[in-house]
């Protein structure tokens, strides 16, 4: 049962949206990653992702991300413009250590944008980082 695992808050991993350049598509797009900020190890990483609106909401995503070194980053998703309206929620589940850690990023309506960009360390990149 889920009342019987002992989870840990993640710290020192965030969720960030960066603006990059698509070759295949011509256009700058957003995408979502997962930023190791610590000198673990992540291990199995698992990420559920989700768009809500007031009478919108996405499909329900789930994705196994393997491993991330310490102080790297992996792609999640690419996200559309057209969700950008919503909240965006992002759960991430992960082992380090021996222990499970896990917690809930959120993307609230409107704010990812290049007005809200910020320098996101690991990737040497301006984004936006989920809260």
């Given at each position: 049962?889920?009342?019987?695992?002992?989870?840990?808050?993640?710290?020192?991993?965030?969720?960030?949206?960066?603006?990059?350049?698509?070759?295949?598509?011509?256009?700058?797009?957003?995408?979502?990653?997962?930023?190791?900020?610590?000198?673990?190890?992540?291990?199995?990483?698992?990420?559920?992702?989700?768009?809500?609106?007031?009478?919108?909401?996405?499909?329900?995503?789930?994705?196994?991300?393997?491993?991330?070194?310490?102080?790297?980053?992996?792609k999640i998703e690419f996200i559309t413009?057209a969700v950008l309206e919503f909240t965006?929620?992002?759960?991430?589940t992960y082992f380090s250590e021996d222990?499970?850690?896990?917690?809930?990023?959120?993307?609230?309506?409107?704010?990812?944008?290049?007005?809200?960009?910020?320098?996101?360390?690991?990737?040497?990149?301006?984004?936006?980082?989920?809260?």
């Amino acid at each position: 049962m889920r009342k019987d695992i002992n989870f840990h808050t993640a710290e020192k991993v965030q969720i960030v949206a960066i603006r990059e350049w698509d070759k295949d598509f011509l256009a700058q797009h957003w995408n979502i990653y997962v930023v190791n900020n610590s000198t673990m190890l992540l291990e199995t990483i698992l990420v559920m992702s989700r768009g809500i609106s007031e009478n919108k909401k996405t499909t329900t995503l789930r994705r196994n991300l393997g491993n991330l070194i310490p102080e790297s980053s992996i792609k999640i998703e690419f996200i559309t413009d057209a969700v950008l309206e919503f909240t965006n929620e992002y759960l991430v589940t992960y082992f380090s250590e021996d222990k499970l850690y896990e917690k809930v990023f959120t993307f609230l309506p409107h704010s990812i944008s290049e007005k809200n960009s910020t320098k996101i360390p690991v990737i040497h990149s301006e984004g936006v980082i989920a809260s």
